[in-house]
């Protein structure tokens, strides 16, 4: 046997340093491998950003004319903040039936007898994720100004209103890894991911203002926190009056990390 | 800390319960460092609870388990320093390649970055990967797969290893390549927990052998000790009925004959010689076997002779009844 590496020490404890660049060095490695798998499996992208873009065009073609008056904003305008936030709902799904893949395939299994950080896993996965977000949004916003979107603020505003939906998106991912985790199972988890997804997606201001809704659905679909965030998002592109959308939103984004992350962290303990 | 006499692996009183399922019922044992220890037993004895408790993947409820002198549950983090694991359970990751499953497993490992990188070449070399080392592992094929998770195992160089039926799926020349490997390893110092349903494997590999039922350790040796409980051939053969073979254990009642139906297996440490004796006795009673075999004893024999029962649970004999022909009832 050719065995030519050196034996080395044991390192003595995790990471000589301390427990922090620990954490992080055991985070990047799990995001280089996560974001080796978005390009070793373009169709994951793929579809991620062609689901936005038919959602976009058809929306803006079928219902564009009928609500677009609603909403006192070029119909298209005051869409695409809204579909951001859809797609950063659609795309923290992802993050749920990766998780379950990785407890099924028994990979969990590996990283649980390995001396990285716990948390790694999660924090790498949410990561990339984000990265994953930033590249359809990216994509989804080209062909959204090639349609006729516009910024009615400036680029800044345009940019806040970007990192505020990969913000709750991230949130998000966390919410989704505590039911990947929980489920187990790839299919099973995007079968439970669409029941939490889908009122809060369209019963929303992500496609339609409030006021076109029925009159008991209004003050959930106002106040819920998708509707929160599209509407925090547009006033930061378009101008729309702010009215504590925005502070709302951070406030959202804020709690739902705070309540989501120590589950998923919890139920990642227990997965294997 | 551990010094050198000290057992590398030690488990006392391990139990651990999965719903109804009693997964371990109490096991003890302890391997020596730099030996390899078999724990033989069919599926769902707990050879693999054992291991992932060992490997603090899970906790016991009752009972400790240490791994260089470190608790598996309060030191968990210091046993993952110094522990491989490859096994049915835990896998790579099939969308990397295999150089990149290793480099990541090394990195996790928290094994230094440059040297992780030459000790995945050179085990991707060792396991004749190398041809596929930067294919995503997707593509492999199931031989190919299981040695990529032997190689895993193997990246941090960790002092004690552990092998989940490591050779399941292997061709014939793969697993002698394998077996070569791990007696390497022992040779260097490194400690082996080896699971396995082959007697055969476990033979050849262990220094000691403890046969596991049930959740329980029903008889622990060294190969050669547990060989002589049973012999080391078995003859086993096969009467026209029941009652001539109920004849023939009756001739037969100095060797330790088990009768099971028309069916009777004979453990023999001198297989040539008892053999002929056999015939020779049943031949002046008359009595003719309808089929005859002669071979090692498979984990099988040593759980007839150890538990009377088969290794996996057999289906309850059905009544002879003729079959149907043609499929009209």
Redesign the interface.
């Known amino acids: 046997?050719?065995?030519?590496?050196v034996?080395?020490p044991?390192?003595a404890?995790?990471?000589g340093w301390n427990r922090f660049t620990?954490f992080v060095?055991?985070s990047l490695?799990m995001v280089?491998?996560n974001l080796?798998?978005l390009r070793?499996?373009p169709q994951l992208l793929v579809f991620s950003t062609i689901q936005p873009v038919i959602f976009v065009l058809l929306f803006v073609y079928v219902f564009g004319g009928a609500v677009g008056d609603a909403t006192g904003l070029p119909y298209i305008d005051f869409l695409v903040p809204g579909i951001f936030v859809q797609m950063s709902v659609f795309g923290a799904m992802g993050t749920a039936i990766g998780l379950a893949t990785d407890v099924k395939?028994?990979?969990l299994?590996?990283?649980?007898?390995?001396?990285?950080a716990r948390s790694a896993v999660l924090a790498g996965r949410t990561a990339a994720d984000i990265v994953r977000n930033v590249f359809v949004i990216m994509l989804v916003s080209a062909v959204s100004f090639v349609i006729g979107f516009r910024i009615h603020t400036d680029v800044l505003g345009y940019l806040g209103g970007i990192a505020l939906v990969l913000l709750f998106g991230y949130a998000l991912s966390w919410v989704f890894a505590g039911v990947g985790l929980a489920v187990k199972d790839p299919e099973t988890a995007q079968a439970a991911a669409f029941p939490i997804m889908a009122p809060l997606v369209f019963a929303s201001t992500v496609f339609v203002p409030a006021d076109l809704m029925a009159s008991w659905l209004q003050p959930f679909a106002e106040h819920q926190p998708v509707s929160v965030v599209a509407s925090a998002a547009r006033a930061l592109m378009l101008g729309t009056p702010n009215e504590g959308y925005i502070l709302q939103a951070l406030l959202w984004i804020v709690g739902i990390i705070a309540v989501s992350a120590p589950i998923a962290v919890r139920r990642y303990r227990s997965a294997? | 800390m551990s010094n050198a006499n000290d057992p590398a692996i030690a488990v006392r009183g391990l139990q651990k319960r999965f719903g109804d399922l009693e997964a371990l019922a109490g096991i003890d044992f302890e391997v020596a460092s730099a030996t390899v220890f078999g724990l033989l037993g069919p599926n769902g004895a707990g050879k693999t609870t054992a291991v992932?408790i060992l490997?603090?993947?899970?906790e016991p409820d009752r009972g400790t388990a240490e791994v260089l002198g470190f608790d598996v549950v309060r030191d968990a983090?210091r046993v993952?320093?110094?522990?491989g694991?490859a096994?049915q359970?835990?896998?790579?990751?099939?969308?990397?390649t295999g150089r990149?499953n290793l480099r990541?497993?090394g990195?996790?490992?928290?094994?230094?970055r440059a040297?992780v990188d030459?000790?995945a070449a050179?085990l991707l070399?060792?396991f004749e990967l190398s041809p596929a080392a930067d294919r995503?592992i997707r593509t492999y094929s199931g031989g190919m797969r299981r040695r990529l998770d032997v190689a895993?195992a193997l990246v941090g160089?960790?002092?004690v290893l552990f092998l989940d039926e490591p050779t399941t799926g292997l061709d014939l020349p793969s697993r002698n390549a394998l077996w070569?490997?791990i007696r390497?390893l022992v040779a260097?110092g490194t400690t082996v927990l080896l699971t396995t349903q082959y007697l055969e494997e476990a033979d050849r590999l262990a220094g000691r052998i403890a046969v596991v039922d049930l959740g329980r350790v029903i008889a622990e040796g060294t190969p050669a000790e547990l060989k002589a409980q049973l012999g080391s051939t078995v003859i086993e053969f096969a009467m026209a009925s029941d009652t001539d073979a109920e004849r023939a254990v009756g001739l037969l009642s100095d060797a330790q004959a088990e009768r099971e139906g028309s069916r009777i297996r004979v453990p023999s440490m001198e297989g040539p010689r008892s053999l002929m004796e056999m015939l020779r006795t049943l031949d002046a009673d008359g009595l003719y076997p309808s089929s005859l075999t002669v071979r090692e004893p498979s984990l099988d024999d040593v759980f007839l002779r150890l538990t009377g029962h088969h290794a996996e649970p057999v289906a309850e004999p059905q009544p002879e009844q003729p079959v149907p022909v043609g499929g009209a009832a």
């Open positions: 046997m050719s065995q030519a590496t034996a080395i044991i390192p404890e995790r990471h620990g060095a055991d490695a280089g491998r080796i798998t070793r499996v395939s028994g990979l299994e590996r990283f649980h007898a390995l001396p990285m294997v | 992932r490997t603090t993947i899970i983090e993952r320093l110094r522990i694991l096994g359970a835990a896998t790579v990751d099939p969308n990397l990149e990541l497993v990195r996790l490992a928290q094994r230094p040297w030459l000790r050179e070399e060792l995503p895993a160089r960790p002092p070569a490997t390497e260097e």
